[in-house]
């Protein structure tokens, strides 16, 4: 069968690629290995999608050639992709930090892509195994249902985190194939494990959860850290895993936005054990096994001005040595994939291979936490879709 393009993978990125072109004339089939479409977006955010972030810029995005995000991202603004949602009637709230959520459930944001590929005549494929590509006059497939032949080829089969969903390296096999570059892939936003040191002291605090600012290479966040049995996650954790290395140090500053010294010297004043004074700016339990960690046990009455600079400056500059990351099946992205230089920042079109697009997660660029990924997805699919329907 001939069509004019065939998407591989019916993620986020593929849907949005899908729409485009089949509102622009285009015939488009979507092949998704898996039985449903939307695998990763329905367990997004908790099961309610967080579908964007009003405040997506090129900043908030990691790739090793920097710029390459800034065309498509410029196209398609989280506006455009807002204004998707309620015409489709979906109510939505921003969480914090610009974060936008579906009120109801992620499914609303797959039936919205559904409802606009039907509209679009895109026929989608599920279920359907791709077996072997290659390339002649135009790209031939042999899939589980049978061979396809296309002008353009599209691949969004996103990267290597959640593999309990089907996740595979399939984009950067076709990649290589072709002869492009494919940076070496890592977990992203994932959760820190810590050596048998630190661990001690983090498993019996699982489940506590600290305001603090995390930084690593240069990059911090004002988020929330939790402990866990392996180590460190929550959001701030999360952030700083995509800049951190095996060997490098987290610095936590646990008193973001307040001064240690001063806390310090008020219990000082008062007589008073620091793990009491700390549990009243801190949560107790931590409080209590920091200080065991790290203070003396006596009053701070009885601690001298260096003790207490001492402490009040590992207070702000806590430094976490983790040994490594709970890898792919707790990442929630894929950091590197196909090199962009190997690609259009306009079209996502590889410039060796003419008709050959790359989107989405395979892609070397990586969103911060907080809606910036799926904000990639629309921005790179809709980049794609308006491309492959130029003649």
Known sequence: ?????????????????????GKRGRSVRVIERSERLGKKILVSGGGR?????????????????????????????PADFISLVEKHGIRYHEKKLGQLFCDGSSRQVVELLEKECRAAGVEIHLGCEVQHVHKNAVFHLKTSQGELDARSLVIATGGLSFPKLGATDFGYRIAKQFGLKVLPPRPGLVPLTSGQDELEMFRGLSGVSVDVTAECNGAGFRENLLFTHHGLSGPAILQVSNYWRAGDTV???????????????AGRQGNRELAA?????????????????????????????????????????????????????????TLGGVDTRELSSKTMEAGRVPGLFF????????????????????????????????P
């Open 1 to 21: 069968m001939k069509t004019d393009v065939i998407i591989i993978g019916g993620g986020a990125a593929g849907l949005m690629c899908a729409i485009e072109a």
């Open 49 to 77: 999608c967080n579908f964007t972030n009003v405040h997506a810029s090129p900043e908030n995005y990691i790739s090793e050639n920097p710029g390459f995000c800034k065309s498509a991202l410029a196209r398609y603004t």
């Open 251 to 265: 610095r936590v500053d646990l008193l973001p936005g307040r001064s240690a010294r001063d806390i310090l010297d």
């Open 277 to 333: 004074v700390l549990g009243g700016h801190l949560p107790r339990r931590f409080a209590q096994a920091w200080c065991k960690r790290f203070v003396p046990a006596r009053p701070a009455s009885q601690m001298s001005a260096r003790e207490l600079g001492e402490i009040a400056q590992r207070l702000h500059r806590w430094e976490i040595h983790a040994c490594g990351t709970e890898g792919y099946g707790k990442a929630e992205v």
């Open 359 to 390: 989107i989405g997660e395979a892609v070397d660029v990586t969103g911060w936490l907080g809606g910036f990924n799926f904000q990639w997805a629309w921005a790179s699919g809709h980049a794609a879709g308006v491309a492959v329907a130029i």
